[in-house]
C-alpha cells in the first residue's frame, strides 16, 4: 500500500491553497509542494461566505464546488511536478474553507463549518479523499480547532525536551510538545489576518512584506492594551477562534476612539498585537521554553519575528524552515498526516488540545 497522500490547505488568510506531496514510508519526505492564489472572486465570495448574507446556503455551495477546481488544479500540478503517478497516491487529505467557527454554541456542541465537496474532489482527481476533519471533534465535546499539533508532535518532537511549535496564519496557534510526551495545543488569536486587513485596506496590498510597513512605527500603547482587553486572550485552553471575533468590524470598533492614528502606527500595533497574543502565551505556560520553531506565513514576516524573539529572550525563535520544513508547507503536510491518520483508523488523543471527551478518529473518506 502507498504511503504517499497529498495535503491541501486553505486556511483563514485567505491567501489560497497550498498542497504538499508527502512519503510517510520513513518518517517525511517532501516529494512536492504546490500553492495557487485564489482568484479575486473567490476570495471575496468566501471572506463574504464568513458573514450571513442573501441565499448563503446556494453561494456556498457554489464556492465549495468552484474551491474543489483549485484544489484539484494543485493536485494535478503536485502529480505533474514531481513525476507521481495518480496511482501512487493514497488519498487527499482536504482541509476546505473554514466559514464559521462556533465550536460552543448554547448548552450542546456547536458546530464548525468547513466548505469542501470531498465527493466533487474525488471526481476531478481519481482519487481517494478525506476531509471533514474538525466536526468529530466538536461532536465529541472538543473545539475542532487546533488538530496540527498531533503533527507537530510527530516532526518536530524529540523524546526528553520542551518544544514550542507556533502557526501564524491568519490565525496563530501553539503547540507546547513537552519533554515527557505530553502536549497542549490551542488559538493564541490574530495571527496574519488583521494586519493583512488593513494592510488591504491603506496599502491597497495583501500583505505587509516582511513586516516593512510595521517596523517602520512604534506601536500604541493605549491602543495595544485595548486589544489585548479582548477576554479570549485570557482564557484558558481549551480554546480556538477565528473570523467570527477576529475580523475588521472587531478592530474597526476598538479603532474608534484612536481616530487620529496614523495608519502606520496602527499597522505597528496591530503586529505587536500578534506578536503578544503568542509571546504571553509561552509566558504563561511555558516560561523556560528553549526553543519556538515558527511555521505559517507569519515566518516569513521578518519584523514579527524579530518582536517575537525581543519579546522571548530566553527562547530561540527559528523558522521551520531551519527545523526541517519550510514555514508554507507545514500546514499542508499536517492534512496529508491526518488523511494518513483517517485511512488507518489511527485515533488521535484529543483531550489535551481540542478538549474533546476522548480519542477519535478524524474525518471522513470518499473513495475514488
Ligand atoms: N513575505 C511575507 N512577509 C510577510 N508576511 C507574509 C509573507 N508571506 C506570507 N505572509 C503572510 O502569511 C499569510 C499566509 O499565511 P498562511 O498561508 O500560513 O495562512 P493560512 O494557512 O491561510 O492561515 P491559518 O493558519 O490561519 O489557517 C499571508 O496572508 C501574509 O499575511
Ligand atoms: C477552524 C479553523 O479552521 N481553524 C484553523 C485556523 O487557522 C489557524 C488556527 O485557526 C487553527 O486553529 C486552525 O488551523 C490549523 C491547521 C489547525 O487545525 O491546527
Sequence with gaps: MSERYIGL??????????????????????????????????????????????????????????????????????????????????????????????PQEFDGPGYTVQLCQPALLAELTGIDVVADFRSRDVAAGGQGAPLAPFFHRALFGRAGETIGVLNIGGISNLSLLRAD??????????????????????????????????????????????LLAEPFFAKAPPKSTGRDLFNEPWLQQRLAKFASLPPQQVQATLAELTARACSDNVMRHE????????????????????????????????????AGLPPLQVEAAAFAWLARKAVRREPLDLKSTTGARGARVLGGIWPA
Design 181 to 226: 510526551g505530553s502536549m497542549l495545543g490551542f488559538d493564541c488569536g490574530p495571527g496574519n489576518g488583521l494586519m493583512d486587513a488593513w494592510c488591504q485596506r491603506h496599502l491597497g496590498r495583501p500583505y505587509d512584506a516582511e513586516g516593512a510597513w510595521a517596523a517602520g512605527a512604534v506601536p500604541d500603547q493605549k491602543l495595544l492594551q485595548t
Design 287 to 322: 516560561p523556560k521554553l528553549a526553543r519556538l520553531i515558527v511555521c505559517g506565513g507569519g515566518a516569513l514576516n521578518t519584523h514579527l519575528m524579530r518582536r517575537l524573539q525581543a519579546l522571548l529572550p530566553g527562547t530561540q525563535v527559528v523558522s521551520s524552515a531551519d
Design 9 to 102: 490547505m486553505s486556511g483563514t488568510s485567505l491567501d489560497g491553497v497550498d498542497g504538499v506531496l508527502a512519503d510517510f514510508s520513513d518518517g517525511l519526505r517532501v516529494l512536492g509542494h504546490a500553492s495557487a492564489p485564489f482568484d479575486p472572486r473567490l476570495k471575496s465570495e468566501l471572506l463574504a461566505l464568513n458573514q450571513s448574507g442573501p441565499d448563503e446556503i446556494h453561494r456556498a455551495q457554489l464556492a465549495g464546488n468552484a474551491l474543489m477546481k483549485v484544489y484539484a488544479g494543485v493536485v494535478h500540478q503536485l502529480l505533474a511536478t514531481s513525476g507521481v503517478a495518480l496511482a501512487d497516491v493514497r488519498a487527499i487529505g482536504a482541509h476546505g474553507q473554514t466559514v464559521r467557527h462556533r
